[in-house]
């Protein structure tokens, strides 16, 4: 298992200004660890508890993170394009094939041409231990 850290790097994307989103944020955690390595970073969730939550922890820790309520099957205008998008869980929540395929279609549509994207994989075994190495950040 990589850490987000370690995922960037094996991709070669640094911050330095590329804009991320992030669909299926919650509370932004991650959003918040990839704006403080320097992406331009907004995440959206259908949840608008989740997206509360998000906004206040990241003016509690001073970033410039713009969360939306908004569900990725039928994103309105003003979202993109994008270097990297990553999935905060988001796709496993989509049950309906028709909705994958909306979901894929809409990230796709949002990427540059030379973007990413990012799907993370909730796998688990017997022998799995993550423990603190599971953590975006120390939040």
Do not use: N
């Not at 509370?27 to 918040?32: H, V």
């Not at 979202?79 to 094939?97: I, Q």
């Amino acid at each position: 298992m990589l850490l987000p850290e370690e995922t960037l790097a094996v991709i070669g994307h640094e911050g330095q200004g590329r804009r991320v989103l992030e669909v299926g944020c919650g509370t932004g955690p991650a959003s918040c660890f990839l704006a403080a390595k320097g992406f331009v970073a907004e995440g959206i969730d259908i949840s608008p508890h989740a997206i509360a939550m998000a906004r206040q922890q990241a003016a509690l820790r001073g970033l410039p993170v713009r969360f939306e309520v908004a569900d990725v099957c039928d994103l309105p205008s003003g979202f993109g394009p994008y270097d990297l998008l990553v999935d905060g869980h988001c796709l496993h929540c989509l049950t309906c094939d028709g909705d994958r395929q909306k979901a894929l279609a809409v990230i796709r549509s949002l990427l540059k041409d030379d973007g990413m994207f990012i799907a993370e994989m909730m796998v688990w075994h017997e022998k799995m231990q993550s423990g603190e190495r599971y953590r975006y950040d120390g939040h």
